[in-house]
C-alpha cells in the first residue's frame, strides 16, 4: 500500500523574513505553503508549478496537464462575491478556455489553515463575473474596469473541499470530485453557464430521479439569470442533453432523467 505524506497545516513564516511590507509577507508565507503542498486536482500530478508573476491572474500550473491555479489569501473567505483583476482579461480568459481555478485559502492569525476550496475552472462562465465601476477620473489607473467573481452563482459542485475545517480531505476524493466535472470545459462558454445553473436546479430537487416536468416548475429560477430569454423550456432540454452528452445523466424515458455525478 502507497503512504503518502500527510498536508502540512502551518505555513512557515521564516521564507518572508527578508520583507517587510503586511500585504507582501502574507502573499510570500501562502504562496510557499501552496507551492510545497498543492497537488493538481485534473491529474496525478503532485507537483504544482510557481507561473513567471507577470502572468495576469495565473500563479500555478501543471506541467502534466496545463490546469491552472490561482491563489487567494483570507483571514475570513468571503462567502458572495470575491474582488478579482481586470474584468475583460478574466472574460478573455473563460473565453479562450484558459480560465485558472481558484483556491481560496483561509488561515488563522498564527498562519495556520484552517480551509482551502478550490473553485473549479470549469464553472467559471461570464455570468458569475460582474464587471465593476470604472475607476473615476482621478485614480491612477482611471477608466480601469475591475470584476467581482459571485461566488453565490457557482453551483456546490463547483466548490470542492480540499482541506475543511483544518483537515486535509483524501487526496482520491478530492480529485474525483473535480474530475468528473472536467467534461463540462469541452461546452462552448455560452452554453456552458446554462448547463452548471441546471446542475444547480437539479441538485437542489434533492435526489438523482427527476422529470421535465420538476424543471419547467422552477423555470423562474432560469430566468432570474437569463431575464432576457424567451425560449428556457428550450434551453433547459438543451441542457439535458448536454449532461447526458457529458456521461452525467441519462434519459430513462417518459421525460424521466437520471444524474449520475
Ligand atoms: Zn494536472
Not at 17 to 24: D, E, L, M, T, V
Not at 36 to 58: G, I, K, M, V
Amino acid at each position: 500500500m502507497m503512504t503518502s505524506v500527510p498536508m502540512e497545516l502551518v505555513c512557515d513564516t521564516s521564507v518572508a523574513n527578508a520583507y517587510k511590507s503586511a500585504p507582501q509577507r502574507a502573499r510570500v508565507v501562502s504562496e510557499g505553503w501552496f507551492a510545497q503542498n498543492s497537488y493538481c486536482l485534473a491529474c496525478d500530478a503532485d507537483r504544482l508549478y510557481r507561473t513567471p508573476s507577470n502572468t495576469a491572474a495565473t500563479d500555478f500550473t501543471c506541467n502534466g496537464c496545463g490546469q491552472r491555479y490561482e491563489l487567494k489569501t483570507f483571514l475570513k473567505r468571503p462567502g458572495r462575491s470575491l474582488v478579482d483583476g481586470a474584468y475583460l482579461s478574466l472574460l478573455g480568459r473563460i473565453q479562450a478556455g484558459t480560465a485558472p481555478t481558484l483556491c481560496l485559502l483561509e488561515r488563522s492569525d498564527c498562519w495556520r489553515i484552517r480551509s482551502l476550496t478550490a473553485i473549479h475552472s470549469s464553472f467559471l462562465t461570464p455570468w458569475v463575473i460582474e464587471q465593476r465601476r470604472p475607476l473615476s477620473q482621478v485614480a491612477r489607473r482611471a477608466g480601469w474596469v475591475g470584476c467581482n467573481i459571485r461566488l453565490d452563482r457557482i453551483p456546490p459542485d463547483g466548490e470542492i473541499n480540499v482541506i475543511g475545517a483544518g483537515v486535509a480531505c483524501p487526496k482520491a476524493e478530492v480529485r474525483n470530485k473535480f474530475q468528473r466535472f472536467l467534461p463540462l470545459a469541452s461546452l462552448p462558454v455560452g452554453q456552458r453557464g446554462w448547463t452548471t445553473l441546471t446542475l444547480s436546479v437539479i441538485r437542489k430537487l434533492g435526489r438523482p430521479q427527476f422529470s421535465l416536468g420538476d424543471l419547467y416548475l422552477r423555470e423562474e429560477e432560469f430566468s432570474a439569470f437569463y431575464p432576457s430569454n424567451r425560449h428556457v423550456r428550450a434551453k433547459i432540454r438543451q441542457q439535458l442533453q448536454n449532461l447526458r452528452d457529458l456521461g452525467m445523466l441519462s434519459f430513462e424515458g417518459r421525460g424521466e432523467y437520471r444524474l449520475s455525478v
